[in-house]
C-alpha cells in the first residue's frame, strides 16, 4: 500500500519550516515588494538587517580567536602557520591586483561614463562629505600600526578582526612554547568557549529572513528601482565583470583542489543568500568558517584566511573601484593615460587593504584616488552615491567567494586540505549539521563539527 503523497501546500509549509535557504529568499522578494509598494514602511523596518548583522559581530572576535588559538595548537608547529599567512597574503595580493586589472580592461572597452557630459560645477561635493563623515582611509603605516593592539580587551571591545588575530597569534604560540603539561586547562577552555560560541551563531541565524526582509526593504525602499536604469552600463559592466572574474576564480580553484565553486555555492547557499540581502560579508563570516572546516580545510587555515581576507583579498571591492575611477573619469570628460590608469592600480592596490570596517570606504578611496591624478575634480565622485549601495550586492558576494576560495587555496597549497572529505561535503554525501540543530550525542560522527570529531581529551601541546 503506497503512503499518500502530501499536498502541494504541505511540501511548501514543510520546505519553508524547514529551509533557511528558503526561508531567505522569501524574505528577500518580500522586501523588494514591500520597499517598493511602501517605501516608508522598508525605511522602518531597517533595523531588523542593521540588529541582525550587530549580533553576529558580537561574536566575530571571540570566534576568531579561540579558532585560531586551537588551530595553532593543534597543528603543533608556529612554523607552519607562518607559511599559511605567507602564502595568503600572496595569493591575496595576486587575486585583487588581477581583480583591479580586469575592471580597468572593462572599463576601457565599455566606457560606462561615455556620453554623460557632467559638468563637475553642478555636482555637490559636499554629498561626499555627508556620506563619509568627513573621513579618510588610513596610510599604510597607520593601517598597520593599527593591526596591532594596544590592549587586549580594547582589540574584542572594538571588534578589530586583526588585532584580534595578532592576541590570538601570540597566545598559541605561547601555548606551544608551555607544552600541555604546564597548562592543562587552557586549550580544553578555549575549545569549549569556541563551541559555545558557535551554538550562538546557530540561534542568531534563526534571525536571518528578518534580518534579509529589513535590510532589502529599506534599500528598494530608499533608492527605487529607478536607478537601475540610469547606471544601468555601470551595473551592468560590474557585475558582468564580477561574473568573469568567479568563473576565473572556479578555474582556479579546480586547477588547484579539484574542487567546484558552484557545488560550494550551493553547499553555502543560505549564507550567499543572506549576504547578498545584508549587504554584509561579516553577517554569514562565522557560519562560513564553520562550514569550510566542515568541507576539510584545517582549523590554522581557516582561523587565519578567512579573517585576514577580510582586509586583504577585497575582490570586489576592486572590480567595483576600478570600474567606478573610469566612469566618473568618462563622465566628466576626462581621459586618462595609460600611465595615470597604472597609477590608479597601484593606488587601490594600497587604499583597498585599509578599506574594511571603515564607513563609504570606496567613496573614500575613490575621492583619494581622483585627487591624487589631480586630473578628476574630487566632486565627480558623488556621481557614485547614488548607486554605490546597490553595488553592495556584487562586492559582498565577489569578497566572500574570493575569500573562500583563498581558504581551499591556500589549504591546498600548505597541504592543510582534506581533498577526499571536501569533495563528500560538496556533493552532498556529508550533511552539514549547525551545532544548535541537533544534539551532539545523537548526530553520526560525520556530521559532528570538526572540533568534536577529534580526539578527546585535546591532543597534547608540544612546543616547537
Not at 524574505?27 to 553576529?56: K, M, N, S, Y
Not at 566575530?60 to 595568503?88: D, H, Q, S, W, Y
Not at 572593462?106 to 566606457?111: D, F, I, K, M, Y
Not at 560590474?238 to 580553484?253: D, N, R, T
Request: charged share 15%; aromatic share 6%.
Amino acid at each position: 500500500m503506497s503512503l499518500p503523497v502530501p499536498s502541494v501546500p504541505r511540501r511548501i509549509a514543510r520546505l519553508l519550516r524547514t529551509s533557511l535557504f528558503a526561508q531567505v529568499a522569501c524574505a528577500l522578494l518580500l522586501g523588494i515588494l514591500v520597499g517598493r509598494l511602501w517605501p516608508q514602511v522598508g525605511t522602518a523596518v531597517q533595523p531588523l538587517g542593521d540588529g541582525f548583522v550587530r549580533l553576529v559581530k558580537a561574536v566575530i572576535a571571540p570566534l576568531v580567536f579561540c579558532v585560531v588559538v586551537t588551530g595553532i595548537a593543534k597543528a603543533g608547529n608556529m612554523r607552519a602557520f607562518g607559511r599559511i599567512g605567507v602564502k595568503a597574503l600572496v595569493w591575496f595580493e595576486v587575486a585583487t591586483t588581477f581583480a583591479l586589472l580586469i575592471g580597468l580592461v572593462a572599463g576601457n572597452l565599455v566606457r560606462p561614463g561615455a556620453g554623460m557630459d557632467v559638468d563637475p560645477a553642478t555636482l555637490d561635493a559636499g554629498a561626499v562629505d555627508a556620506r563619509t563623515g568627513g573621513g579618510s582611509l588610513p596610510s599604510t603605516g597607520e593601517f598597520l600600526l593599527h593591526s596591532l593592539p594596544d590592549s587586549a580587551v580594547g582589540a574584542f571591545a572594538e571588534n578589530a578582526l586583526l588585532q584580534v588575530l595578532v592576541l590570538a597569534c601570540l597566545v598559541g604560540a605561547a601555548l606551544l612554547h608551555l607544552g600541555h603539561t604546564k597548562v592543562p586547562a587552557v586549550l580544553p577552555a578555549v575549545a569549549q568557549v569556541q563551541e559555545v560560541v558557535f551554538a550562538i551563531v546557530g540561534f542568531v541565524m534563526r534571525l536571518a529572513p528578518l534580518a534579509v526582509f529589513g535590510a532589502t526593504a529599506h534599500l528598494v525602499g530608499q533608492y527605487g528601482l529607478g536607478v537601475m536604469s540610469t547606471y544601468g552600463t555601470l551595473i551592468g559592466t560590474s557585475y558582468a565583470v564580477a561574473l568573469l572574474f568567479l568563473l576565473l576564480l572556479a578555474l582556479a580553484l579546480k586547477a588547484f583542489t579539484g574542487l567546484s565553486l558552484w557545488k560550494f555555492v550551493r553547499y553555502t547557499r543560505e549564507e550567499m543568500v543572506l549576504a547578498l540581502g545584508t549587504a554584509s560579508s561579516e553577517a554569514v563570516m562565522p557560519r562560513m568558517m564553520q562550514k569550510l572546516r566542515h568541507a576539510g580545510c584545517r582549523d590554522d587555515a581557516v582561523g587565519l584566511v578567512v579573517p585576514t581576507g577580510y582586509s586583504f583579498n577585497l575582490d570586489g571591492a576592486s572590480i567595483y573601484l576600478s570600474i567606478a575611477t573610469l566612469f566618473i573619469a568618462q563622465a566628466v570628460g576626462v581621459d586618462l593615460s595609460l600611465g595615470q590608469q597604472i597609477t590608479v592600480v597601484l593606488m587601490l592596490m594600497l587604499t583597498s587593504k585599509g578599506m574594511a570596517g571603515v564607513p563609504g570606504s570606496a567613496v573614500l578611496a575613490l575621492s583619494a584616488t581622483a585627487s591624487a591624478l589631480g586630473v578628476i575634480p574630487a566632486g565627480a565622485v558623488a556621481l557614485l552615491l547614488g548607486v554605490d549601495r546597490i553595488m553592495d550586492s556584487m562586492r559582498v558576494a565577489t569578497n566572500l567567494l574570493g575569500n573562500c576560495v583563498a581558504a581551499f587555496a591556500v589549504s591546498r597549497w600548505e597541504g592543510a586540505l582534506d581533498t577526499a572529505r571536501a569533495k563528500r561535503v560538496l556533493d552532498g554525501e556529508d550533511v552539514f549539521v549547525p551545532d544548535d540543530d541537533t544534539p551532539p550525542e545523537s548526530r553520526i560522527p560525520d556530521q559532528l563539527p570538526v572540533s568534536a570529531r577529534e580526539s578527546s581529551p585535546v591532543a597534547p601541546v608540544r612546543a616547537d
